[in-house]
């Protein structure tokens, strides 16, 4: 029973740190402030959810996941090109809450509030992971290959342009460097990797409904972003680790679970907060939140 | 239909600039997106339904009691929050998210004492609707739009005829400078904190009666308020007001070709379209 809570609190560190490492491209490496990353992630989920309800293998599920979720930050990119700060931090909020809107409204397709349930645990080269060990393997083995790719990235020269267009735009745009192109990349690669995590957890929890994707869902993955570091990839993945630990032991006190939802809300933002006040650049940021 | 819509409008428009007009108050001063106060309007309407409706205060003390708790709540946030935050210099980025934290704190509050179920403040009995010409308005809603017309002209005589309104107004405009001539900054900031927040708290209590209280009912009004906001042109308040009108308006007649759940994301996509075409709003000037 032990190892089965930690096998689950393992998977969802791991679907965390591919949420939050796809972020961190996004936010550290390009200095996007993009609010909008859980509506990729929801993006991410309903697509392999509707497609394995149809019948179609797993692989193809993750990878139309990602590649739809990338779509949609390519469709975003167009429109959010010139803002900054915090306009773009609205527009792409503003995304999130499109999104929300479509799964609640859209009834035909996403059942709206009823949800999907029953969303099949996947089955890869004939081996199911049906259940939670195999399932963990399959997650970290996805957020390992994650890392790595977006570790890539950041040092290719794609990846120091996109820094350098973070840090200077117009110094960028002066070599030659095509910033929206850039930062359009930056954004769909980050989406790509936000519906893979989408998928996996779809597949993980079985059941998805529009209630899984709202504004609440961005405070945990906004708080490792910014706790372990704006641009620092280790950072990140050490702050998924604590930060899905943290409001652990509540559970262990006895809340009832209406009490231990918004509690670990509260512990996130707080967390959030006093990281702004007293250590913006979080744990190990090379660069300053802007 | 039409009249119907446009009344309807027209109500969702006040309740808009309720959240709007004090957002943009703070925002003309600070300089920053003040993201949690619609959990600011969603509290006082809490407090409201405690005290009246849990705990049988008489509704008039419960209303200005809500009223002070919000412009406290507002203070408290500002001084908490923001003002440390600003005394480092944090850039605006940093204030928006610490906001966006303070709303999911708030919220999250909320529905540990009052758990996620709707309620209601059921102060005036549900009353027959008045009929104009086979539109339909109750006259809590007739309430609701006379007490924000008051309220804006009372905010507009506040901005231009009192000392605080025209150090408030310096500050918006050049805060180097009014701090030069000895207007204190920081004192503007916590005034405009505290009656952005009244207001804000005026309108969490209309919308509670007309509507029914959520915890996350203030995510979705700030964001409504900010879309109106800058409508009608950011860091302007008869801009805000304006915008809330227009805001209320789109949703309304757009639910006329749409089903009514896509109400929140007509919003949104105005929101885009202005972002993008017209950054500084209808009233707003372009700054360089």
């Given at each position: 029973?032990?190892?089965?809570?930690?096998?689950?609190?393992?998977?969802?560190?791991?679907?965390?740190?591919?949420?939050?490492?796809?972020?961190?491209?996004a936010?550290?490496?390009?200095?996007l402030l993009n609010l909008g990353h859980?509506a990729?992630?929801?993006?991410?989920?309903?697509?392999?959810?509707?497609?394995?309800?149809?019948?179609?293998?797993?692989?193809?599920?993750?990878?139309?996941?990602?590649?739809?979720?990338?779509?949609?930050?390519?469709?975003l990119?167009?429109?959010t090109?010139?803002l900054?700060?915090?306009?773009l931090a609205l527009a792409t909020l503003g995304f999130t809450?499109?999104?929300?809107?479509?799964?609640?409204?859209?009834?035909?397709?996403?059942?709206?509030?009823?949800?999907?349930?029953?969303?099949?645990?996947?089955?890869?080269?004939?081996?199911?992971?049906?259940?939670?060990?195999?399932?963990?393997?399959?997650?970290?083995?996805?957020?390992?290959?994650?890392?790595?790719?977006?570790?890539?990235?950041?040092?290719?020269?794609?990846?120091?342009?996109?820094?350098?267009?973070?840090?200077?735009?117009?110094?960028?745009?002066?070599?030659?460097?095509?910033?929206?192109?850039?930062?359009?990349?930056?954004l769909?690669?980050?989406?790509?990797?936000?519906?893979?995590?989408?998928?996996?957890?779809?597949?993980?929890?079985?059941?998805?409904?529009?209630?899984?994707?709202?504004?609440?869902?961005?405070?945990?993955?906004?708080?490792?972003?910014?706790?372990?570091?704006?641009?620092?990839?280790?950072?990140?993945?050490?702050?998924?680790?604590?930060?899905?630990?943290?409001?652990?032991?509540?559970?262990?006190?006895?809340?009832?679970?209406?009490?231990?939802?918004?509690?670990?809300?509260?512990?996130?933002?707080?967390?959030?907060?006093?990281?702004?006040?007293?250590?913006?650049?979080?744990?190990?940021?090379?660069?300053?939140?802007? | 239909?039409?009249?119907?819509?446009?009344?309807?409008?027209?109500?969702?428009?006040?309740?808009?600039?309720?959240?709007?007009?004090?957002?943009?108050?703070?925002?003309?001063?600070?300089?920053?997106?003040?993201?949690?106060?619609?959990?600011?309007?969603?509290?006082?309407?809490?407090?409201?339904?405690?005290?009246?409706?849990?705990?049988?205060?008489?509704?008039?003390?419960?209303?200005?009691?809500?009223?002070?708790?919000?412009?406290?709540?507002?203070?408290?946030?500002?001084?908490?929050?923001?003002?440390?935050?600003?005394?480092?210099?944090?850039?605006?980025?940093?204030?928006?998210?610490?906001?966006?934290?303070?709303?999911?704190?708030?919220?999250?509050?909320?529905?540990?004492?009052?758990?996620?179920?709707?309620?209601?403040?059921?102060?005036?009995?549900?009353?027959?609707?008045?009929?104009?010409?086979?539109?339909?308005?109750?006259?809590?809603?007739?309430?609701?739009?006379?007490?924000?017309?008051?309220?804006?002209?009372?905010?507009?005589?506040?901005?231009?005829?009192?000392?605080?309104?025209?150090?408030?107004?310096?500050?918006?405009?050049?805060?180097?400078?009014?701090?030069?001539?000895?207007?204190?900054?920081?004192?503007?900031?916590?005034?405009?904190?505290?009656?952005?927040?009244?207001?804000?708290?005026?309108?969490?209590?209309?919308?509670?009666?007309?509507?029914?209280?959520?915890?996350?009912?203030?995510?979705?009004?700030?964001?409504?308020?900010?879309?109106?906001?800058?409508?009608?042109?950011?860091?302007?308040?008869?801009?805000?007001?304006?915008?809330?009108?227009?805001?209320?308006?789109?949703?309304?007649?757009?639910?006329?070709?749409?089903?009514?759940?896509?109400?929140?994301?007509?919003?949104?996509?105005?929101?885009?379209?202005?972002?993008?075409?017209?950054?500084?709003?209808?009233?707003?000037?372009?700054?360089?």
């Amino acid at each position: 029973m032990f190892s089965a809570y930690i096998i689950h609190l393992l998977i969802l560190i791991g679907i965390y740190m591919i949420l939050s490492l796809s972020l961190q491209l996004a936010m550290g490496y390009s200095g996007l402030l993009n609010l909008g990353h859980v509506a990729f992630y929801a993006i991410g989920a309903y697509v392999s959810a509707l497609l394995a309800l149809a019948g179609v293998p797993f692989w193809i599920c993750i990878i139309l996941a990602g590649l739809v979720a990338m779509l949609f930050g390519f469709l975003l990119a167009i429109p959010t090109n010139k803002l900054k700060g915090d306009y773009l931090a609205l527009a792409t909020l503003g995304f999130t809450f499109v999104v929300y809107a479509v799964t609640l409204n859209w009834t035909d397709l996403t059942r709206g509030p009823l949800g999907l349930p029953g969303i099949p645990k996947p089955v890869l080269f004939g081996i199911s992971f049906s259940d939670n060990l195999h399932f963990l393997f399959l997650t970290i083995t996805i957020a390992i290959i994650s890392y790595l790719i977006i570790k890539q990235i950041a040092r290719s020269p794609f990846g120091k342009a996109l820094q350098a267009a973070r840090d200077d735009e117009l110094a960028a745009e002066i070599l030659g460097k095509n910033t929206f192109k850039l930062k359009s990349y930056s954004l769909a690669i980050s989406a790509f990797f936000a519906g893979i995590a989408g998928s996996l957890y779809a597949h993980y929890i079985t059941f998805i409904d529009p209630s899984s994707f709202t504004i609440m869902q961005l405070i945990p993955v906004l708080a490792i972003v910014i706790i372990g570091g704006l641009a620092s990839l280790e950072g990140t993945l050490l702050a998924a680790i604590i930060l899905t630990l943290i409001p652990e032991p509540l559970r262990f006190i006895g809340f009832p679970s209406s009490i231990i939802g918004p509690a670990r809300q509260i512990i996130y933002a707080l967390i959030l907060l006093l990281i702004l006040i007293f250590r913006p650049r979080g744990f190990f940021g090379k660069v300053k939140l802007e | 239909m039409f009249l119907q819509l446009l009344i309807n409008s027209l109500i969702a428009g006040a309740i808009y600039a309720l959240v709007a007009s004090g957002f943009s108050l703070i925002y003309s001063t600070c300089k920053f997106v003040h993201f949690a106060h619609g959990a600011v309007v969603a509290f006082s309407a809490y407090i409201a339904y405690l005290l009246f409706s849990i705990w049988g205060l008489n509704f008039w003390l419960a209303v200005i009691l809500a009223i002070i708790f919000g412009a406290f709540l507002g203070w408290l946030i500002n001084v908490l929050v923001y003002r440390p935050l600003r005394r480092k210099k944090s850039s605006s980025v940093i204030l928006l998210i610490a906001g966006f934290a303070t709303l999911i704190i708030l919220e999250s509050l909320i529905l540990m004492f009052f758990g996620a179920d709707v309620k209601t403040i059921d102060f005036i009995q549900t009353a027959e609707g008045l009929e104009f010409f086979g539109a339909i308005i109750t006259p809590l809603q007739i309430v609701i739009v006379i007490v924000s017309v008051i309220l804006f002209i009372l905010l507009f005589l506040l901005m231009k005829k009192t000392r605080i309104g025209k150090a408030m107004r310096a500050v918006a405009d050049n805060t180097e400078v009014a701090e030069i001539v000895g207007i204190s900054a920081e004192r503007i900031h916590s005034w405009s904190f505290i009656i952005g927040s009244a207001i804000a708290g005026i309108g969490g209590i209309l919308i509670g009666l007309e509507q029914n209280l959520e915890p996350t009912m203030g995510t979705n009004l700030v964001i409504k308020g900010f879309t109106a906001a800058i409508i009608g042109g950011i860091g302007s308040v008869p801009g805000a007001v304006l915008g809330s009108f227009l805001l209320g308006a789109a949703e309304n007649f757009g639910i006329w070709y749409l089903p009514s759940g896509y109400k929140d994301a007509i919003a949104f996509v105005i929101l885009f379209i202005f972002l993008l075409f017209r950054s500084q709003g209808i009233l707003g000037i372009k700054k360089s």
